[in-house]
């Protein structure tokens, strides 16, 4: 496995800490920084995973709506007055909502 060295910066109070660790677990900095490295690219090509799972659906949810969407019954609201209402009128009133009024 080929390797790269990476330098970068860090503040020295985190360094200290981090070296009183792995010196207590006994274990490398390089092993400790590889392994949240990878613990890091996993977890965020899953999420990058779920999210293009997550846009995929929404896209095709959002593509048979746009298909199924139905044109317009009527072409003007006037249009509408020419059917029928379909209305129906109960000849007995729920006695939680009567108020006296017969029809």
Do not use: A
């Not at 009183?20 to 613990?39: D, G, P, Q, Y």
């Amino acid at each position: 496995m080929p390797y790269t060295l990476i330098n970068f910066n860090i503040p020295n109070h985190l360094k200290k800490n981090f070296d009183h660790l792995v010196r207590f677990k006994n274990v490398s900095r390089t092993s400790i920084l590889n392994t949240m490295i990878e613990e890091f690219c996993r977890k965020e090509f899953k999420l990058i995973e779920m999210d293009g799972r997550l846009n995929d659906l929404i896209s095709h949810i959002e593509t048979n709506n746009i298909k199924s969407v139905k044109e317009p019954r009527y072409s003007t609201w006037e249009d509408s007055y020419d059917d029928p209402l379909d209305i129906n009128f109960s000849q007995e009133i729920d006695p939680l909502y009567d108020d006296g009024i017969r029809l």
